[in-house]
């Protein structure tokens, strides 16, 4: 692409100047704008869908990783997951963690989050329903003066040789180009689920990792990436832990040995993958508890209820849905404690980071994570903020080039307008099946590199065009490029850790005690990234 | 995914075509929104949740169209209903206020 060419399709469109760029508007995004935006900045929020509705949180119920700062408590919440983790958190971003997500609760509550209240009549903030959670988070940062893009992604960030200044996409709805100059950016995007239709996941397509990634930044944990939900055959509702209710069973009524929520996920996967249909039942759940299961998960009824099945009583067949990064921990790596990147100007929060941090190698849905969302959102907020504002008056003449990866035209994409759609499907390919990423092996491993580069190498060989194609050219990218990430540190890690399994290695390795940085786009790197000391001693 | 937006019911407010995350819809000539691109779906509920008219049907099935008629939903009592469980619209009590929540949350702590 030729800078003029693109300058003069983009002329026309929605150009708006501000110190912020949110991209996403999920729990992180929504945080880091209303943040950003108390601490004086404008901001701009660009949504890939609807801010209250998109992304992962939004659908369904959470619980939240809310601790009382007491030092009890708090030493058993971070000893909890420390061990299952892989010994890969740090104590110190633990803390900051679970004290800006009690002061942001707390926040919560004063904004009007209709809490439930316990026996003593205090607020019980150790969960939120999602879709109350972001329609209130939505309009608060309304609220806040801050410029919500809908349906608006972002394909490419803007920057020069200081680091970011902005971003541009297409306003899907009506196929207008946007370009938002301002001086810092945040990635909130979101993990990557590979459009498996795992409840609200399907905005969530590695966009952000490709972004940050082409302006420079690397990438930490991507080995741990192969979450699987389970959900009914016929559904998209993936509440993995209300299957700690459950029993599984092969068709004939007899009992499948092993299998369970927690940590039976892989004897189901095994089944599956052996050709035998698992089904389940609720039957280990108390009778006085269904009444408060149905309220505690409302949505998770829905698909019964609609298919006239009594989970409690009924067998039904279930399947393993793949959530990759949204609900593994790698993701963008952080730099400091205000959640910038490695570029300058560049910052990630919620999903779209590592998750490391705080929960080493596994984590599961919500707690962790929406903790990790609110609050890292909320550093980056004020990270950005005060970065732009560093900046000076001068920066809104800086001369910006857009930072993408794949040639971007004006021309239509013509006869090819399908080749994003079989790029779609053949990472999926790779990355779907249970004995590619669940049950990992070098052999395996090595041949989907090698095919997901050659998929690479075919994206890079064609151009996209400037319009709403380019949304799905761009997440064909981005899986591919989240993909090699995945599998390049899946090798790299010869060793079972965390979540990451490795068939030919079922063991940990203390000599692997250490994270993996990646990045690279035509040529895919992994480096080891020492722990500090202080955290290696725990 | 999306099966059915029912024109008796819609009242045109187009507030499907505006929250649904992976943008399903289209307006339609007529006011009433046109599932467009249906297989976009991820069966996440959003429009159903937010349409003030009931007026939506989202089939479990995440992968297959169901093939439903306005008729057999009415019949069976399926359209709308989830609003009501989450305590949306006037009159209703959220049901994250519902003090089961804190009961179950207290129930599952080993």
Redesign the interface.
């Known amino acids: 692409m030729t800078i003029q060419e693109a300058e003069q399709t983009w002329a026309g469109g929605l150009r708006l100047e501000g110190d912020v760029l949110v991209i996403g508007g999920g729990p992180a995004g929504t945080w880091a704008a209303l943040t950003a935006a108390s601490h004086g900045a404008r901001v701009v929020l660009a949504d890939?869908?609807?801010c209250?509705?998109?992304?992962a949180t939004?659908?369904s119920g959470t619980?939240v990783w809310y601790v009382e700062p007491d030092r009890e408590a708090r030493e058993e919440a971070r000893q909890s997951r420390f061990g299952l983790g892989g010994r890969l958190a740090e104590e110190d971003w633990m803390n900051r963690v679970l004290d800006r997500t009690y002061e942001n609760m707390n926040r919560l509550s004063g904004f009007g989050?209709?809490?439930?209240?316990?026996?003593a009549g205090r607020p019980?903030r150790?969960?939120?329903?999602g879709?109350?959670?972001m329609r209130l988070m939505r309009r608060l940062v309304q609220k806040a003066g801050v410029t919500i893009l809908?349906?608006s992604p972002a394909l490419e960030l803007l920057g020069d040789a200081h680091g970011v200044g902005g971003a541009r996409g297409v306003r899907?709805?009506t196929g207008e180009a946007w370009e938002v100059r301002a001086g810092a950016v945040i990635i909130a995007t979101g993990g990557c689920a590979f459009l498996s239709?795992a409840?609200?996941?399907?905005?969530l397509t590695g966009d952000g990792y490709l972004l940050a990634a082409e302006a420079g930044a690397d990438l930490s944990g991507m080995e741990f990436s192969n979450a699987y939900g389970i959900s009914?055959v016929?559904?998209?509702?993936t509440k993995t832990a209300y299957y700690r209710y459950a029993t599984f069973y092969y068709e004939d009524g007899t009992e499948v040995e092993g299998a369970g929520s927690a940590r039976g996920r892989s004897v189901i996967a095994r089944q599956l993958l052996a050709g035998r249909q698992v089904y389940a039942r609720l039957d280990k759940a108390p009778e006085d508890?269904k009444?408060?299961?149905r309220?505690?998960q409302?949505?998770f009824f829905?698909?019964?209820d609609?298919?006239g099945i009594d989970p409690f009583t009924d067998l039904f067949p279930v399947t393993l849905r793949l959530e990759g990064t949204v609900r593994g921990t790698g993701g963008i790596r952080i730099a400091d404690e205000s959640c910038r990147t490695a570029v300058p100007g560049l910052y990630a929060a919620g999903d779209a980071a590592t998750r490391e941090l705080i929960c080493g190698g596994f984590t599961g849905g919500g707690s962790h994570n929406a903790a990790w969302a609110m609050s890292s959102g909320s550093f980056a907020g004020e990270g950005a903020a005060a970065y732009a504002h560093s900046l000076g008056p001068l920066a809104g003449r800086r001369e910006l080039k857009g930072l993408s990866s794949t040639t971007v035209t004006a021309a239509s994409a013509g006869d090819r307008s399908d080749r994003p759609k079989e790029h779609i499907r053949a990472v999926q390919e790779e990355v779907m099946p249970y004995d590619r990423n669940l049950f990992r092996t070098e052999a395996g491993l090595r041949a989907s590199v090698g095919r997901l580069d050659g998929i690479w190498r075919d994206i890079r060989s064609g151009a996209s065009s400037l319009g709403a194609h380019a949304v799905q050219a761009r997440e064909a990218a981005a899986m591919t490029a989240t993909a090699r990430w995945m599998y390049r540190s899946g090798l790299a890690r010869t060793e079972t850790r965390g979540m990451h399994k490795r068939e030919d290695y079922p063991e940990q390795d203390s000599g692997q005690h250490y994270r993996l940085r990646s990045g690279g786009l035509d040529e895919v790197w992994v480096q080891p990234e020492p722990l500090r000391k202080e955290v290696a001693a725990q | 995914m999306i099966e059915l937006i029912s024109e008796s019911r819609c009242v045109q407010c187009s507030r499907c075509v505006d929250v649904c995350p992976t943008n399903v819809f289209d307006k339609g000539e007529d006011g009433i929104p046109v599932i467009a691109r249906q297989s976009d779906c991820q069966t996440c509920f959003m429009c159903e949740l937010y349409c003030p008219a009931d007026a939506m049907y989202v089939s479990p099935d995440a992968e297959a169209a169901a093939g439903v008629t306005e008729e057999s939903l009415e019949a069976q009592g399926l359209l709308g209903g989830y609003r009501e469980k989450v305590g949306w619209g006037p009159g209703r009590k959220p049901v994250s206020a519902h003090e089961y929540m804190y009961q179950l949350a207290a129930r599952s702590i080993p």
Not at chain 1, 126 to 129: A, D, E, S
């Open positions: 890939k869908g609807y209250g509705t998109s992304g939004a659908p619980g989050y209709p809490f439930p209240k316990d026996e019980y150790r969960g939120l329903q879709p109350e959670y809908d349906h899907t709805q239709k409840l609200g996941t399907n905005v009914p016929f559904s998209s509702v508890v009444p408060l299961l309220v505690g409302t949505n829905l698909p019964f609609r298919a």
